[in-house]
Structures are given as structure tokens and as C-alpha cells.
DNA sequence: TTAAAATACCCCCAATTGCGGTATAGTTTA
DNA sequence: TAAACTATACCGCAATTGGGGGTATTTTAA
């Protein structure tokens, strides 16, 4: 018999936070070993509890969920986070992804989809309630539209070398000094990426790269 | 009783589109209004089926799955598109995702599964598997800001003005013209933008604005 | 195999930028 | 009301950049 997922579980209500604990134990493959109604000693209860899948209200007084997904993902990359939530807004599904949250339910899941929620981010994949998703392409596809059509400029490797220091704002006479070229050779090779790229300055080609993701 | 779900299926293996036919019309709620093995003729068959979810095989000869989501969201964005794959390729689901899919599973999903998807996009949801789902969660982290709490440089007006010039590439004497201010008058707001982004190049500026979203 | 890229290097010169100042008038706010 | 902030403007100097011209190998592709 394989051993059980350790969940524990951060919620703000305790009549919520008892009613899933009582699901958890309740079902075979589940075990709550640890059940908090807000963050605080989070790290000390993260550590007592050592679970594989912490399930986090997004709403809580003191710590919120996003601070503590953070807080936890830093200590404890390899612990699963499932966001659970009531609201669906999307700066907030935004800010847990960021933070690194590993799934984002909300709160009228079905104790069944909620644990095969658990099951799917412990098994190295990522839960999403229908409606969250769907928030979640309108947002990727807001975030990401700019390369519909990758236009290919055709740098070689050395220029693209040269122009990805450039975005980090590395002046020439130090991107030469780093990757052991003359500054001259340098000034060369960014003269031609201005031609290919059809720009006329760094902020120009800096500015091109990151909209068009071309490093 | 609610209307079936009118499903057409795009599926390149003939076993496979005969399978998922007798799957959808053997069970009560969903209808095959339309099943083709390639995507000629594309808008007609779209047109004379008219269904309410397509479930799309991305790997097609001919006109591929995804060009195919393009040309229908064109015609008609009210038709949700349920992609399927047996690859789980990152810039495959980016595409998917901006060509405008409301969904992506895998085709190892179980009929059931496959059902509630369809249920999922066509209440307006998206669907994922969770293999999926973690990659774009992935994807999601690699091209979001990298900001989690984006930080309030406390740009005033001006500044904002004239970092946005800065960003389109514009250089000094150029923005100084188009904002009626004297060149130096820009050259010391310029001052003043660097120090609060703790930046000392306009290109460092640029991609902080741009990666932050600043401007 | 021959032409075209790609790589690497150099010089000059004018324009632009970065950095250090200073200064004044007006507006906010503690 | 005094202090703080904002918007505007200027100067000098050194460093960096942009644009133009070169040259020479090596690798790649037609």
C-alpha cells in the first residue's frame, strides 16, 4: 500500500479548516498532518508538519496566502501548494502563480475534485478549477501576444550573446571585458544586430528584444 | 431537458475520430454534429455542423491544429476549441494558447475526463490535464514580471512621459522636441529616473520598465 | 569550389549620454 | 509658515555610442 499524501492545511474559518481535515482522514491515501487557521510560526508549523501538499486559503488575516505560498516555496521548494480561494480575480491568480503556486481551486469544489486537485499537484502536475483556467489564458494570452509572429532576425549566436548583455544594461566596454572580445569587435557585432533589427539604438534594440522576446 | 452538446471532431487517426464519435453520441448530453479526419474544407464543415465545442488533434497533415483553431476563432470566437495531443511541447501550448484554445489535454485522458473538458469549455471554463496545466504554469512564471509586488518607483507625471518616449527608442533631443522641454530639462528628469529605478544607463532603464512593467 | 556568412579586429569623428554641479519659480504639506 | 517637493533650465567634462570606413581568417552553403 503506498503511503499516504501528507496534507496540511491553512484556512482562515475552523469550520472549513475541521470540515476538511474530517475529508482528508476520512479518506483513504489522505492524511491531515497539520491544520492552522492563520500564518504565524508558519515556518515552524511547515516543519512540524512536514506535508507534500500544503492547502492554502488565499484570504486570511495577518500573513496572506500569496505571502506564505512564497514564504514556504522558498524554505520548501519541493512541498505542493493548491491555492484554494472564493474570489477569482486576476491579479490575485497572477500574484500566487508568481509567488509559485503549484495549483488554484476555488472554494465551491467538490471534496472529490479537491482531492483529485491534491492528487494531481502531488504528482508533480497542476490543478486549476475550469473558471480559473479560463481566467488564466485570458491572461497569458494579455501577457503574451506580442510574438504571434515570431519574426526571426537571423542573429548569429555571438550577436545574440551580445545583445541579451545589452537588455541586462551592460555597456559595451564591459560586455567586451566579460566575453573576451575587443571593444572594437564589440561595437562591430552591435552595429550589425541595429541593421537586422532595424533599429538605430540600444534602447531601441533593448526595447525590441524584451517586446519581441527575441532573447 | 437541456440541449445535447454539439461536438465536431478533427482527428487525423481514423480509429481514433470513430472511437471519440461513438464515445460522444453513446452518451446522453452530447451529440457528434460533425467528424473529419483533416481540415479541408475547413470553414464548410465548421459551417454546416455548427457545434458548440470542436475537439481538435493538433497533429495533423495538411492545415495543422492549431492554424485551424486560428481560422475558426476568427470566423466564429463563440466556438470553443478543446485541443488534444499526445506531445506536450512548451511552444505547442503557447501557440494553442494564442491562437485561442479553451482547453489542452492530453489524448491519455480517460473518456470521462474528456467528457467533463468538454462540459468545462463549453460553460465558458477551460480545461486542462495537469501535466499541462504545470507546464504552463511554468511558462506562465518564465515570460510573468518578475515582480511579485510590483514596486512604486514614485515616477511623477513627467517622468513617466518621458521614460515611455525613452522606452519607444526615442533618444534626448528628440523627446526634448516632441514634449516642448529644453533638451537639458530632459537630460534632468532623465537624471532623476535613474536614480529612483537605481538604474545607470538609459537600455537598463528601458528593460527595467519594460520587464516590470513600468511604463 | 566559390561565394557568402560569420567571426574578429582596427580607426576616425561627431553626436549622445552619464555625472557632477547650480538655480529659480511654484506647489504641497507637515 | 517653513520645509519639502516638483518642474523647469543651464554648464562643463568625460565616457559612451552611432555611423562610416576598413582588413583578415574561418566556416557554411549554394
Redesign the interface.
Do not use: H, W, Y
Given at each position: 500500500m503506498p503511503t499516504d499524501v501528507k496534507v496540511t492545511i491553512f484556512e482562515d474559518n475552523p469550520i472549513m479548516l475541521d470540515a476538511y481535515k474530517a475529508t482528508l482522514n476520512g479518506i483513504d491515501g489522505y492524511t491531515c498532518v497539520g491544520s492552522y487557521s492563520n500564518c504565524d510560526n508558519l515556518q515552524h508549523n511547515i516543519e512540524r508538519s512536514m506535508p507534500d501538499v500544503v492547502l492554502m486559503d488565499i484570504e486570511m488575516y495577518g500573513i496572506n496566502g500569496i505571502q506564505a505560498t512564497?514564504t514556504i516555496k522558498q524554505l520548501y521548494p519541493q512541498i505542493k501548494i493548491l491555492i484554494q480561494t472564493v474570489f477569482e480575480e486576476d491579479d490575485k491568480i497572477?500574484?500566487a502563480?508568481?509567488?509559485?503556486?503549484?495549483?488554484y481551486i476555488t472554494k465551491n469544489t467538490s471534496p472529490v475534485k479537491m482531492l483529485e486537485a491534491i492528487n494531481?499537484?502531488n504528482?508533480?502536475?497542476?490543478?486549476?478549477?475550469?473558471?480559473i483556467?479560463?481566467k488564466?489564458?485570458t491572461?497569458?494570452?494579455k501577457?503574451?501576444?506580442p510574438?504571434?509572429t515570431p519574426t526571426n532576425y537571423h542573429l548569429t549566436d555571438r550577436e545574440k550573446e551580445i545583445l541579451t548583455l545589452?537588455?541586462?544594461?551592460m555597456?559595451m566596454p564591459k560586455v567586451a571585458e566579460k566575453i573576451f572580445l575587443s571593444y572594437e569587435t564589440v561595437r562591430t557585432y552591435v552595429k550589425s544586430i541595429y541593421n537586422k533589427l532595424h533599429?538605430?539604438?540600444?534602447?531601441?534594440a533593448?526595447?525590441?528584444s524584451?517586446?519581441e522576446?527575441i532573447v
Open positions: 512564497q497572477f500574484d502563480l508568481c509567488a509559485g503556486a503549484n495549483g494531481d499537484v504528482n508533480g502536475g497542476s490543478a486549476m478549477s475550469p473558471t483556467a479560463a488564466m489564458f491572461l497569458f494570452k501577457i503574451a501576444p510574438t504571434i545589452m537588455v541586462d544594461g555597456p533599429v538605430a539604438s540600444a534602447t531601441e533593448v526595447a525590441k524584451i517586446k522576446r
